[in-house]
Nanobody, 125 residues
Framework: QVQLVESGGGSVQAGGSLRLSCVAS????????LAWFRQAPGKEREGVAA???????TYTDSVKGRFTISPDGAKNTLDLQMNNLKPEDTAMYYC???????????????????WGQGTQVTVSS
């Protein structure tokens, strides 16, 4: 059973930075497709960034140029560097792994079968 555990969330002011990390057990991060999602209260879960096993990255438009997804092979973690944070980035952030198919796209929740418990990010103006 794959377990994903996120960390690194917190409260920052607009313009600040945070680095999220997702530790994966029994799953090699650097050779697989994974993604970061977020969900704000009352909203649907949204794909933020994804990376394929070959290293190709995909970002939702609202975070392009501000967020960077990257695997750390030595630690077997998936990191999300978030810069220039905005209040609208406030959400619970989830790590996802385990492709079930690519029909819905790499930023669709339906694409992944393993999920972490999430880490809260709060950005104040």
């Amino acid at each position: 059973q794959v377990q994903l555990v996120e960390s690194g969330g917190g409260s920052v002011q607009a313009g600040g930075s945070l680095r999220l990390s997702c530790v994966a057990s029994t799953y090699t991060v650097s050779r697989n497709s994974l993604a970061w999602f977020r969900q704000a209260p009352g909203k649907e879960r949204e794909g933020v960034a994804a990376i394929s096993g070959s290293g190709t990255t995909t970002y939702t438009d609202s975070v392009k140029g501000r967020f960077t997804i990257s695997p750390d092979g030595a630690k077997n973690t998936l990191d999300l560097q978030m810069n220039n944070l905005k209040p609208e980035d406030t959400a619970m952030y989830y790590c996802a792994a385990g492709l079930v198919g690519l029909t819905a796209g790499r930023l669709s929740p339906a694409t992944y079968k393993y999920w972490g418990q999430g880490t809260q990010v709060t950005v104040s103006s």
